[in-house]
């Protein structure tokens, strides 16, 4: 009887149900804050001042250090200037359709005379900046989609065959997870890494080595990350035994979809894997070049930011300066962006050996056993890696995310096959006769039938049921309660924009005294970058108890030696603090700060004004503050645990407590 063609992937792109996953994804990419300041300092920032020549320098971008590479941002600038020069024609009910759907526009908490945000947006064409923020975080969002729909379609064609269980579970925890939503439109190294490795897993488990190897050097150089290296190394380790032992036995997996291996034992080719090495290098020394010609243009020389970050993490104590966690910090961030599926990933390795050992296992099932270390065995490098390591931030995790959510699926298809070959012996001993599938779960592999897959695929969802609402929830709080700086800087943007002032400051002859300030303190770490500044309005620090160093403007010259010598302020690499980088009240036009709930229990609390308001009574120059916006962020302090782990509608209220992030303006 012939064999039973597979089904169709729905995760091809151009399927209906691609259509509706990334529509979701773009749907949700601009709901959720922006964690990470390093995020709009290093990375926001610096395209803002590629952009518009304006922005906040950081000490890594300084012509004294150069750690980090212009040739990550280019990319996402060509994509800027499109989008800009698109903006500038559409009509103006499409941008107020695109802004109110991208933004999640809300009024809630704002004060009367600042709903006029949509219409705003629509007068300003290609000059607003919000517009083409979210614009620009949807299309990190999509890149990080199609990766995905790419990993999925490789793991349902070449991994399971006919028996796609294991794909629609990967699929299912990573649309669901809390991690995915938050890395996937994340402008930053670790982000895209985790979209490289995911287009690298599915070349590579198509057999296409030199473009998986290819995306691994993208990674590691172009990025401008080099530690990801580690997590390509079993990429490359494959394709050269594959080229040295492989080659023999392949099998067609279907009409679109590769082939898969089967290896075996046989004299090693030493050409083959010469010639892997020698592509390699090829496209590492091609890559290198023009990332080097890039750097020479905005660092006005030749720089290697790759090889300057390595050597200042090395170093002993060189990351340190920026605060250092115990490994539990890394439990706490994974268990909160995916819960107890986080630990199914994790022990995915050990479970399914344990499964092979005591199961039975068909011998031609051994090459796809190595395919599955192959794809998940980075996971443990990169944790080996990254948890010894004093300094840690969740965005390092980000490049393991898509192997936890294979690994999770992984260890649900191999406990629900012990489970049944536990209580019905004899299944494992008709798995004999068929051939079993690495981590799809109970029934009879490919011998089985159809019922039996289809109720082992729903009991395997059934399990991950439960952690997809809770990340539901918790990604929901993230937006409930901290998107207050988005929101806020947003209004901003659109009051600045529309006011006398910002008119004649955009006509004068002289931008720095006609510079419009807007200030914070404590809160610097959540401004979420220039784009949402209007022309000729620039960031002031009001000096706070942080007492660390702080970024200071891009002048005219950039990264470039040049403007070391007209730079107000200097800059150091062990994280002092200058003080030439703070400014008066008096030069403030506009003051943003975090003011807890006025109904706070603690006394301490209500007592303990906050900095900027201090300075704003203090403020001897002409003219009164008055509160121009305010939006809901959690106080912490006053909520229960579990409400700012997770958004539980209707109930808690008193248990909940929100300040308010306010907005000020000088009334002159």
């Known amino acids: 009887m012939p064999a039973r063609p597979p089904p169709p992937s729905p995760y091809r792109i151009g399927s209906a149900f691609s259509v509706m996953y990334i529509a ?56 800027a200037t499109v989008l800009r020069r698109l903006l500038d024609v559409l009509p103006p009910s499409l941008i107020r359709m695109l802004s109110s759907s991208l933004t999640w526009t809300s009024t809630s908490g704002a004060i009367a005379g600042m709903t006029t ?36 379609d490789a793991i349902h064609d070449v991994w399971c065959g006919d028996d796609t269980r294991l794909s629609h579970w990967t699929a299912f925890v990573s649309l669901t997870s809390t991690g995915s939503h938050v890395s996937g439109p994340a402008f930053l190294p670790s982000s895209s890494v985790a979209t490289l490795w995911r287009w690298s897993a599915s070349c590579g488990m198509r057999g296409r080595h030199g473009l998986a190897i290819l995306c691994g050097l993208l990674s590691t150089i172009a990025v401008g990350w080099p530690f990801c290296a580690a997590i390509f190394a079993p990429t490359g380790i494959v394709a050269l035994y594959d080229a040295a032992f492989g080659g023999e036995g392949e099998e067609k997996t279907n009409d679109g979809g590769g082939r898969r291996r089967r290896w075996g034992k046989k004299a090693p080719r030493v050409g083959p894997a010469l010639t892997v090495l020698l592509r390699t290098s090829v496209h590492a020394v091609a890559i290198q070049v023009v990332v080097s010609i890039v750097d020479r243009v905005y660092y006005g020389r030749f720089v290697c930011p ?17 605060g250092t966690e115990p490994i539990s910090y890394y439990v706490r961030n994974l268990l909160l962006n995916f819960n107890y599926v986080a630990l199914l990933g994790v022990a995915s390795v050990p479970i399914a050996s344990l499964s092979w050992t005591i199961g039975s296992r068909p011998p031609a099932r051994v090459g796809v056993a190595a395919l599955l270390l192959s794809v998940l065995s980075p996971m443990y490098v990169w944790m080996a890696a990254i948890f010894p390591r004093p300094h840690k931030e969740e965005r390092f995790l980000f490049p393991i995310y898509p192997m936890i959510c294979l690994g999770a699926a992984t260890t649900v298809g191999e406990v629900l096959r012990l489970t049944t070959d536990a209580m019905f012996p004899r299944t494992r001993n008709a798995r004999r006769d068929g051939v079993v599938v690495v981590g799809c779960g109970g029934g009879e592999g490919r011998g089985g039938g159809e019922n039996d897959r289809r109720g082992s695929l729903l009991l395997g969802l059934a399990l991950l049921a439960p952690s997809a609402m809770i990340s539901v929830s918790r990604s929901a709080a993230l937006r409930r309660n901290y998107s207050a700086p988005l929101a806020i800087y947003r209004d901003l943007f659109y009051h600045a924009s529309t006011s006398a002032a910002a008119a004649a400051a955009a006509v004068s002859d002289d931008p720095v005294r006609a510079a419009t300030y807007v200030c914070t303190a404590g809160e610097w770490h959540r401004f979420p970058s220039s784009f949402f500044l209007p022309p000729n309005h620039r960031l002031g620090f009001l000096r706070s108890s942080f007492d660390g160093q702080l970024p200071q403007p891009f002048t005219e010259y950039g990264s470039r030696m040049e403007s070391l010598g007209v730079q107000a302020g200097k800059f ?31 006394d301490d609390r209500r007592r303990d004004v906050p900095e900027c308001l201090r300075y704003m009574e203090s403020d001897p120059s002409a003219g009164s503050w008055k509160l121009l916006a305010s939006r809901e962020y959690l106080d912490a302090e006053s909520t229960s645990p579990i409400h700012r782990i997770l958004y539980i509608p209707f109930v808690g209220g008193d248990r909940i407590a929100f300040g308010g992030y306010n907005l000020y303006v000088k009334d002159v």
């Open 306 to 322: 790759n090889w300057n970050i390595f050597v200042y993490n090395a170093r002993s104590g060189g990351d340190e300066l920026y």
């Open 117 to 152: 945000t949509t219409a705003s947006s629509s007068s300003l064409g290609g000059d607003d900046k919000p517009l083409l923020f979210a614009l620009l975080r949807s299309t990190i969002s999509l890149l990080s989609c199609v990766s995905e729909l790419s990993f999925l």
């Open 572 to 602: 150091n690499d062990v994280n002092r603090e200058e003080t030439d980088r703070y400014v008066d009240i008096g030069m403030c036009s506009y003051v943003v700060e975090l003011v807890p709930p006025l109904d706070s229990d603690d």
């Open 24 to 79: 979701l994804r773009l749907g949700t990419s601009n709901i959720n804050p922006i964690s990470d300041c390093d995020e709009v300092y290093n990375y926001w920032e610096p395209l803002h001042f590629v952009l518009y020549g304006t922005g906040m320098q950081t000490w890594e971008y300084s012509p004294l250090y150069a750690l980090r590479t212009y040739a990550y941002l280019l990319p996402m600038a060509a994509v």
